[in-house]
């Protein structure tokens, strides 16, 4: 009896000690890998990856995700990724973030499974920095986002470890390898992607203390953008201020909208400046109109185009699209505009052309497909973009979507022979006093998106000095660095006769709009295989 009760003081005592202050800190501790693209849920069943090998191009940025899932309330703990070394001792770049979860509900139409909708669940989304205190919650997963950068890198494999220390002793690890590919990526991306950045909602919520700090975060936003190969629509100074040359000099700014509301004497004051730079010239664009809606809206924009034919010679001219009116009995809103606009972006959606075309239209008119790329034959550029909508069965930027499609909006892009993406905003905070905590952001339109024009999260609210990214924003990055493989490896295949193994391989991403792969290794092999036709041929 004495020995039963013995018995049973010590596995109180044991437990008590794994569940109180100064007890140890864990007893069953779960660590697994996941793909960037993965948007881990807080009741995330734990993988079984404890060692994960990461693929890149030189010049690029790609990460993975370390997660955690223990029994007991954890912490503080420690969470370290030392920069990956290669045999010779060479370095990459490494940073590790925390994932940060925001609410969401799933509602008709944007969503459709009768699974989903009516249910509210909190997503997994911004990127805030790392502290050395971090709590985890007992049984929650605890995602990190790891991002390497192998600017200037070598080809080769380099190996870290993913830490976690109580205390200083490690609790938890898993091996990491980044496999840099012999090629690299160009500093200047084939593929064009806008953004609207707003430099109100910025000083709305980070508050800076005088116009000088203002104007200084509104450079850190735009830098921060470029990093993620996006260019914001405005530069930071005008352009007929000196201190834009530095940026229409940079190789990374692929464009830069030119304001068109000015009077006839400052549009021409910006072509005489511009046009005494040829790259400065083909970077410049004008967005006079956004979603033209009816007939007026075209005539509109056609008046626009007439300006510009007088003012800005060689002018570029987008107009975002989703409605194509009819003119007169022969003339629809497309063909109306079509010698004035030479940036065709039509809203994604419009290629199943049900979406844009009139009954009457699609019986006497080529498809919309077939419109669009004969308006790239004949040297416009075409873009896409979504907003609010559309939702599902496409892929848009929403918080609540499968991050491979966040991502994989750009190989579809490579399908249509899209080269471009534009989004309308950035940081549209103007209905939201936390980013961090309110994602429904166009009230006005529906409770029921989230993340719509919002890719960033500020530092304000995490002690962060600047923007912080979102598991949407790398997945925008990571699939404009995906075009640029799929193109360096087509170009090389078309020379080989054998450009049709290229498309088969984006086909296991996505064969169109509506028909993709959901599975996040799909895009990571089919990188691979990519990166196969590319290093052969240098070999």
């Known amino acids: 009896m004495g020995r039963r009760i013995l018995t049973i003081i010590i596995i109180l005592c044991m437990l008590t000690a794994c569940v109180t202050p100064g007890g140890c800190a864990v007893t069953e501790k779960t660590m697994w890998f996941e793909p960037p693209t993965k948007k881990v849920m807080r009741d995330g069943k734990p993988g079984r990856r404890d060692k994960y090998t990461v693929c890149m191009a030189g010049n690029e940025k790609e990460g993975l995700q370390a997660v955690l899932k223990y029994q007991y309330v954890t912490g503080p703990v420690t969470v370290r990724v030392e920069p990956p070394v290669d045999q010779n001792g060479r370095t990459l770049g490494v940073e590790v973030f925390e994932v940060r979860y925001v609410s969401t509900t799933y509602a008709e139409p944007f969503f459709t499974d009768e699974k989903l909708v009516g249910k509210s669940v909190d997503f997994p989304d911004g990127l805030a920095p790392l502290s050395d205190d971090l709590i985890i ?89 470029l990093d993620h190969n996006i260019c914001a629509y405005d530069l930071p100074y005008d352009i007929l201020d000196e201190r834009a040359d530095r940026y229409m000099n940079d190789e990374r700014v ?56 007088r003012l800005f010679p060689e002018y570029r001219m987008v107009s975002p699209f989703f409605v194509n009116p009819d003119m ?18 039509p809203k994604l959606f419009c290629f199943d052309q049900e979406n844009i075309y ?110 912080c990214s979102s598991l949407r924003l790398e997945a925008v990055r990571d699939g404009i660095d995906d075009l640029e493989l799929i193109r360096m490896a087509r170009s090389i295949a078309a020379e080989q006769g054998k450009a049709h193994k290229v498309d088969a391989i984006v086909k296991k991403v996505a064969k169109s709009i509506t028909d993709y792969s959901t599975d996040d290794n799909a895009i990571i092999n089919a990188r691979i295989a990519l990166a196969r036709i590319i290093e052969a041929y240098f070999r």
Not at 328 to 345: F, L, M, P, Q, R
Request: proline share 5%; hydrophobic share 35%; glycine share 8%.
């Open 328 to 345: 007169d009995a022969t003339t629809d809103g497309i063909e109306y505009v079509s010698d004035v606009v030479n940036i065709w972006c």
């Open 254 to 309: 692929t464009n830069f909208r030119i304001p068109y509301s000015g009077d006839d004497g400052t549009i021409r004051a910006y072509y005489e400046k511009l046009s005494s730079n040829k790259e400065w010239l083909a970077k410049g664009y004008f967005y006079p109109l956004d979603e033209p809606g009816d007939p007026e809206a075209y005539i509109a924009l056609r008046q626009a185009g007439e300006r510009l034919s």
């Open 358 to 467: 009139s009954e009457e239209q699609a019986a006497s008119r080529t498809s919309f497909r077939e419109r669009m790329k004969a308006f790239s034959e004949r040297g416009d550029d075409l873009w896409w973009y979504v907003c609010w909508e559309p939702g599902e069965p496409y892929c848009n930027l929403y918080v609540n979507q499968p991050g491979v499609k966040n991502r994989s909006i750009f190989w579809q892009a490579d399908v249509y022979g899209v080269n471009g993406f534009l989004y309308w905003s950035v940081n549209f905070w103007d209905q939201i006093i936390n980013p961090w905590e309110d994602a429904n952001t166009v009230k006005w339109l529906t409770p029921y998106v989230f993340g719509d024009g919002t890719l960033l999260y500020d530092g304000r609210h995490v002690s962060a000095d600047g923007p």
């Open 137 to 225: 919650p007992s049984n929650e997963a605890k995602p990190f986002y790891i991002l390497f950068d192998s600017t200037d890198a070598e080809a080769g494999d380099y190996r870290t470890e993913f830490t976690v220390s109580d205390k200083g002793a490690i609790i938890d690890r898993g091996e990491i390898t980044v496999h840099v590919w012999s090629f690299s990526l160009p500093k200047t991306r084939s593929f064009e992607a806008v953004a609207g950045l707003g430099a109100y909602p910025i000083n709305k919520v980070e508050k800076p203390d005088s116009d000088e700090a203002a104007q200084a975060l509104y450079v850190k936003y735009y830098e921060f953008l």
